[in-house]
Every structure is written in C-alpha cells, then in structure tokens.
C-alpha cells in the first residue's frame, strides 16, 4: 500500500502546516553542521577533511557558489512554478550530466552572499513560487550556506516550503539536520549496481547510500513529517542491471512515495565516449521500464 506522498508537502502548501525550518531550531543546526565540516562528512566521499581550510572530493569550501538560480516551470507539476538555486560542485561526477561542466566546478559559479541569496528567495515567493529548490550539481556541499539562508529567511518571516534536490549520495549524518529543514525530499536514484555507478559517477557504495537516504526520506513520508519523490532517469542500456531492479526494490522497501520515470536521457557531456550510454534513450527501453514499474505496482507521477 502506497500512503499519499505528498499530504506533508500540501499541507504546507495550503497553510495548514509551517514549513519544517520555521519551527527548527536553526542555530543548534549550524552549530552540528560545523562539527561535521571539521572531518566532513556530509557525504559517503567521507573526505575528513577540514573544510575550513581544505577542499575535498567536491572541490567546494564555504563560499556559496550558484550557476543558476530562476523561477523552474520544468520541474514537476506539483512543484512549480519553483524557485530553484543551482550550486556549483558535485559529490559525484556523471559523464552524461546535462549542466556539465559548471554543475562539477565550484569556480565556475559566481559567489553570492547569504543576504543576496535570501533576498531572491523573497524576491520569489512574493512572484508566487511554490518553493525553494537547493539543487546543484549537489546541495550536500553547500549545507552550511543553506542553513545560513534559512536562518535569515525565519529572521525576515520568509516562510517557503524547502525542496532538497538531490543525488541520494550523502551520508546518513546529515539526516538529523535533514528531518529539521525539508518539507519535500526530491532524490535521484541513479544506479543498482555499484560498477556501474563507479564507472559513470566515480562513486563507490553508490546503492547502499541511495537505498538508506530513500528509506530514511520515505519513513518521514509515513510520519507526515516530509513529503519523497524519487527521480529516476532511465539510462539507455542499464535497464537489467539498474532501472528494473530499482524499481522491484522500491516496490517492495517504500510506502510512501511518488516516482517520477524520466525518459529525457541525451548523451552530453562527456557520454559518447561511455558505450551503451553514447546515444538518446529508446521509445522500446522506456515503454520496457515503464512496463515493469506497472508490473511491481510503483506509484508513478
Ligand atoms: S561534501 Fe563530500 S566530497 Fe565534499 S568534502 Fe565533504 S565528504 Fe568530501
């Protein structure tokens, strides 16, 4: 039985609810955040490197760095018009990623400070977004400068349901700092197999880390405490080793949740040089995956 994934994120819409970092106690959350970035380990890099004054796997330190931020009409419908942020610097590195390279290199992005950033965030919610959208490359990184933001958004009684967008690759530490902030877990499942995410990502561990971060997202859905829509891009070529079995594992291991089959694969970046994954998705692999998602019962968008 599938429990309705998205009661939290409405109820916050229809302000029936505060959004989750209004009632957080923000400073407590910096302050715990601090100490993960002494060893970082916001993600399964699990670097230990001291980000005050040293860079590790993502490249990032703690300037906030975006490459993009606008009003999003392409996310999903229950998302937009969403007020979407895009930080520069990745916790993985797709050879397919479509906002290459500026998503992967943090120096590519423009630095804003903490106030500028707010500032467009109330700049948004007065133009009617439904939401602001941490996404990157990958919000993870950046967790500091975004409990920053939200900080001076309770300050100024900015109150925006908070979408965080991301790759499933972060470490199971930042789940407590999580459950106090995001009304809507928007996560990639990328991979099922590990050679696989190793190869196209250079990550390692990739579906143990994915598996526990929906898992952890989707039992808040069961609380009503947040809201979980899983992304998957179905890659040409991965469907027996990752798309299917990804979708038998949600079926059988989620109740609350919403899946979004994405069918918009183009090999970019650096994709034709990756056989299997050097061309578009077919019409046949997609109706195959969409196909099995029916079958298993997957509660599709
Ligand atoms: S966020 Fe991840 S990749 Fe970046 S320094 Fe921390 S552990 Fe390493």
Redesign the pocket.
Known sequence: MTLDPFEHYFAVLNNEKKPNFIKAELNELLQKTKELLKE??????????D?FSA????N?DLKPRIFGAFLHYGEESILVPSATIFFSGC?MRCVYCQNAPESIFPELGKEYSIKRITDWILEKSLEGCKNVNFVGGEP??YLYNILQVLALCKKRKIAVPVVWNSNSFY?ANIHPILEDIVDLFLLDFRYFNDSCASTLSAVKNYVKAAKANILHADKLAQQCKASLLIRILVLPSHLECCTIPMLKWIAENCKSYAVNLMDQYWPAYKAKEFKGIDRPLSMEEYNKAKAAAEKFGVNLV
């Open positions: 970082c380990c916001l993600c399964m890099h699990r670097c230990k490197i980000r860079k590790g796997f993502c990032v916790t993870t990184p470490s």
